[in-house]
């Protein structure tokens, strides 16, 4: 397995925030117990809750974090100036109750699989760009540890050619152009050394095209080859289909027990299909869904399938199944054409790739997949719109097309059945569309370049964090419970819930512990600022008019920025600053509306991105809060802001 890719880190909690609170911060916390700065009523009845339950618990003489001197229980009858003490007020905003993001309640997972918004990654294998970056085993294990639960892999046929050095070397060389005539934003993330993925994979004979990959030839009579990973077309390094199963199944279930979703993407021939077929079968053993006795008729709910495995791959119906190949055995006789020169095996080669470009998924390859059947979409009106355990997989042009011409339609689609929506193949430098115009619609499976963070993949954060990786939609969202004939309407999603008209302020007073941006060293030379923006539902949206920028993540259509300060422990507040405020925000639905925070470093030319956070609207609580930050490489740091945010709708 590679150690060049840096997995986000993700599985340790941030650091507390009284273990080092700054001077500008503590100053603020101070004037907000002495009534300088006055708590709402509500607020206010919330810290007095949460210091009686504290007194009540308490077994322990506590640390003053503010003097370093053991402190006291405050009696009802102590005399006090003010209801809030600057002790017991540090450790409650310094507790989760101080923290901006409030934790969803406990969720039902009772519903169908289609009642729910789907954690997702597209081209999962990937570590940087989608034209020569490097595979990795370790990009499934990073994506499952932070709460991905749908996956994907791009399957081709496996090469058991030995290594050609000058093959490796022209590769090397076709790589190298690639980096120097390529805008500077395709370049990998992170440091790349070179890869040990696997020693099959590494007999790799690189071809000198960007053809497709060489179909499987048993080569000898003591070995088969088995499928490979990667991105076709391209010069993206490959790893083996049965490393990845097995990272898959030592990963899956450690963030959550919930089912994750394995989305196939099948360029092998029949022979590498039954291969795959023995590698699923003996590596998730156990962890598959069982076949079902009749046909299909309802969908599960998530709690039916903890510690499952479910396999998206395009069906085949068992009568209409053809010509199928016997599954090879490990170990195959030896053929005519093993023996043949390498410049016939060549040639047969390139004649297979024409026969297996567009080769049909054999029947028990497609049988794996129970609940998630990937049938071609033609258009909703088609009998397979209606197969209840069909998913539609569409790219971000595709969908915006549909949505376009048939939104109601669309909208009442995805309240019973599965939908995939994935990047265009134009992303090259893997950036990502807006997933929330596409959650909007209703698409549970909303699939995400994770190899990069943009505004996409933090509103995706924004939506999960937190979550076991399924997120049940708002009730006016959802479709038929069990048993319940799903129909189709003509309801749109506009009519479908309630539109509010928000009022939203958002004061940044201090900040502390700023990471600094990628790559910078001297905190004297950092000079940030907070841009908050507010990501809510286009009218366009509702009204299945041309969305504006086809479903691009961008800037928030709301946004607003604080002054420029220094260092990391900056005061960003002051009689002259003044808050960020939303001002009758129309058409707002808060599940689907989300406030982002970046700070970035004031710099002549691009502001490089020094730590961000994202908030799902209706987890924005009011008050004196804290926002944790990630660090621009996503992983958890020890910043944060002192916000003071104000919300209503009406």
């Known amino acids: 397995m590679s150690s060049s890719y840096t997995i986000p880190d993700r599985t340790r909690p941030p650091p507390s925030i009284a273990q080092s609170v700054s001077s500008s911060v503590l100053t603020y916390l101070k004037s907000i117990a002495s009534s300088e700065r006055p708590l709402s009523s509500s607020q206010l009845d919330e810290y007095l809750s949460y210091s009686s339950a504290i007194e009540r618990q308490a077994s322990s003489i506590p640390t003053d974090v503010v003097s370093g001197t053991p402190s006291h229980e405050t009696s009802e009858d102590s005399p006090t100036s003010s209801p809030v003490d600057v002790e017991g007020f540090l450790k409650y905003m310094t507790s989760s109750m101080g923290d901006a993001s409030e934790m969803l309640p406990e969720q039902d997972l009772n519903h169908p699989i289609s009642n729910y918004f789907i954690n997702s990654s597209h081209n999962t294998y990937l570590t940087g760009n989608q034209l ?22 791009d399957v081709w046929d496996g090469d058991s050619r030995p290594p050609s050095s000058e093959a490796n070397d022209k590769m090397q060389e076709k790589k190298h152009w690639f980096r120097q005539h390529l805008p500077r934003s395709l370049s990998p993330r992170h440091s790349k050394g070179p890869s040990n993925e696997g020693s099959a994979a590494a007999t790799r004979a690189e071809g000198e095209s960007l053809d497709m990959p060489t179909p499987w030839k048993s080569a000898t009579s003591a070995m088969r080859a088995e499928p490979r990973v990667l991105h076709g077309y391209t010069l993206t390094k490959e790893v083996l289909f049965r490393d990845v199963c097995v990272v898959i199944r030592d990963a899956a279930f450690v963030h959550s027990d919930l089912p994750i979703i394995v989305s196939l993407e099948v360029h092998a021939g029949k022979e590498q299909q039954e291969v795959m077929v023995d590698i699923i079968e003996e590596v998730w053993n156990g962890l598959l869904v069982n076949p079902l006795s009749g046909p299909c008729d309802q969908l599960p709910s998530p709690g039916d399938l903890r510690r499952k495995i479910l396999i998206k791959v395009k069906y085949v119906a068992p009568e209409k199944v053809t010509a199928q190949v016997s599954r090879p055995s490990l170990r195959r006789k030896k053929s005519a054409s093993s023996s043949s020169s390498s410049s016939d095996t060549e040639d047969e080669g390139s004649q297979d790739v024409k026969k297996t470009k567009k080769s049909s998924i054999i029947e028990p390859l497609s049988a794996l997949g ?51 929506a994935y990047p265009s193949g134009t992303r090259v430098s893997s950036s990502n569309l807006d997933p929330a115009i596409f959650w909007r619609s209703g698409v549970q499976i909303v699939a995400l370049n994770w190899q990069r963070y ?20 708002p009730k006016e969202y959802r479709g038929q419970q069990h048993g319940q004939n799903a129909g189709v309407s003509t309801e749109s999603q506009g009519d479908a819930i309630a ?24 905190p004297s030379g950092f000079r940030p600022y907070v841009k908050c923006e507010l990501h809510v539902e286009k009218p366009e949206e509702r009204t299945s008019a041309p969305i504006e920028g086809g479903g691009k993540s961008k800037d928030g259509e709301y946004k607003a920025k604080t002054k420029t300060c220094r260092g990391i422990d900056p005061d960003f507040g002051g009689e002259r600053t003044e808050p960020a405020k939303f001002l009758n925000v129309p058409g707002v639905v808060e599940e689907l509306s989300f406030v982002r925070f970046k700070v970035q470093d004031d710099e002549i030319g691009k502001d490089d991105l020094a730590a961000w956070a994202c908030i799902r609207l209706d987890r924005l609580r009011t008050g004196f809060r804290f926002v944790h930050l990630l660090n621009a490489a996503g992983d958890v740091s020890r910043g944060a802001l002192l916000v003071n945010i104000q919300k209503s709708l009406a």
Request: aromatic share 10%.
């Open 132 to 153: 020569y970056s490097e595979s990795s085993t370790d990009a499934y294990k990073s994506v499952l540890l932070r709460g991905c639960r749908c996956i994907e892999i």
């Open 370 to 420: 129970v609940y998630t059947r990937s049938y071609h979409f033609k258009d909703l009106s088609s009998p397979e719109a209606s197969a209840p355990c069909h998913v539609f997989s569409l790219s971000e042009k595709k969908f915006i097309d549909v949505h376009e011409t048939v939104g109601p339609t669309l909208f009442s689609h995805n309240r019973n059945y599965l939908m995939r």
């Open 454 to 473: 943009d505004a996409g993949t933090m509103l995706n954060e924004g939506m999960f964090t937190g979550t076991s990786g399924w997120v049940l939609k």
């Open 499 to 522: 539109h509010k008209t928000l009022f939203l302020s958002i004061e940044v007073l201090a900040a502390q512990n700023l990471p600094l941006p990628t790559g910078d060293r001297k």
